[in-house]
């Protein structure tokens, strides 16, 4: 008798059907199975829809870890031995409907029913090898494969079937979370793929296994096809930042001139002394025809305007756009700061 009592035990029904320790729970686009940092106390199974697993880090950065079709269970790390927290944050991509069965009743089901043992198993091995293909994808595949895997994955191609899959209405946004690139690259691959014939948009997005092209045959974007400067940059990968060469400091000839937070100094036979005009990179000073244009310019702002001590202001910038020429062919032969500043005086 206790033998047919447990041939008996169907794990399609027992993940179809609500009963003691589970219940149906039916979420809408971008609602919460669970969130990150949340008691992990029980486990989902997926009976329609898809998901998706994100991370967030201290600093808000938010990734895209896996995604979740119907028949994968959410949130199986709650079995372990210890209770803990959850690790991730399961949301919706669509409306989704699930089995939430609690951590008690998964674990009594495990160590009873052989049956739903066996199937979990098989998942979890599953699981493990898409946790690896999607980390080689993310290495070293270009977003447009990735984009390519992701609609394959969730049109479900691998499955026996029609040559031709319907996904259901998704942003481009969510797109490029879970690809991990910019909205404006997914659009463009998008536009690509939908005028080679690989997709159609009617609502949702019909994928037709001739994607598969992109990834098994090492598909690029022909050359030609590109029509536009905007999409030759978006096909462009993104350049490696280069390190320059650590140049040691040579010591400051006498003559020439430093500039620092707190003003510029020009070194003389007694030590660094302010200077009074500010330098450049190229030739120790600016250019004294570069300081006379600002002061021109500030000249006529200030004519211009309606501040009524204008005139004496004006006299005084027309008398400095005669000095800075002067000043900085003086400071170019090597004059003293001090003497320099007692001739402007004067």
Not at 82 to 89: D, P
Not at 125 to 149: G, I, M
Not at 151 to 177: F, V, W, Y
Request: hydrophobic fraction near 40%; glycine fraction near 6%.
């Amino acid at each position: 008798m206790a033998e047919l009592n447990k041939s008996a035990f169907d794990a399609a029904a027992f993940l179809t059907n609500a009963g003691v320790g589970r219940r149906i729970v039916r979420l809408k686009p971008k609602e919460v199975f669970f969130s990150q940092g949340t008691p992990a106390d029980s486990v989902f199974y997926l009976q329609k829809g898809r998901a998706k697993l994100t991370v967030v880090s201290r600093s808000g950065k938010e990734c895209t870890i896996a995604l979740l079709l119907a028949g994968d269970f959410v949130g199986e790390e709650s079995i372990a031995g210890v209770a803990g927290l959850r690790l991730a944050t399961a949301a919706a991509i669509t409306a989704c409907v699930a089995l939430k069965i609690t951590k008690e009743e998964v674990l009594r089901v495990l160590h009873e029913e052989h049956a739903f043992s066996d199937l979990f198993v098989k998942y979890l091995l599953a699981r493990s090898l898409r946790t690896q293909a999607d980390l080689v994808d993310q290495l070293f595949n270009s977003s447009e494969k990735r984009l390519a895997r992701v609609l394959l994955l969730m049109a479900e191609c691998g499955k026996p079937g029609e040559s031709e899959r319907l996904i259901p209405k998704i942003t481009q946004e969510a797109l490029a979370e879970i690809v991990g690139t910019t909205r404006s690259r997914v659009s463009f691959f998008m536009n690509r793929f939908r005028s080679l014939g690989f997709i159609e948009y009617n609502g949702g997005i019909t994928v037709h296994k001739s994607l598969l092209n992109v990834i098994l045959h090492n598909w690029e974007i022909p050359a030609h096809a590109v029509t536009s400067v905007s999409e030759r940059n978006l096909l462009q990968p993104a350049r490696k930042p280069q390190l320059l060469p650590i140049v040691p400091a040579s010591p400051t000839p006498v003559g020439a001139a430093k500039s620092t937070n707190s003003g510029t100094y020009r070194r003389s036979a007694h030590g660094f002394e302010r200077c009074s005009l500010p330098v450049s990179s190229q030739d120790g000073h600016r250019h004294p025809l570069t300081s006379r244009r600002r002061l021109q310019a500030a000249n006529l702002d200030l004519r211009n305007s309606k501040n009524p001590w204008r005139g004496e202001a004006s006299g005084i910038l027309s008398k400095a756009e005669q000095i800075v020429p002067a000043a900085g062919a003086m400071l170019s032969k090597g004059v003293d700061s001090r003497l320099l500043r007692s001739r402007i005086v004067k």
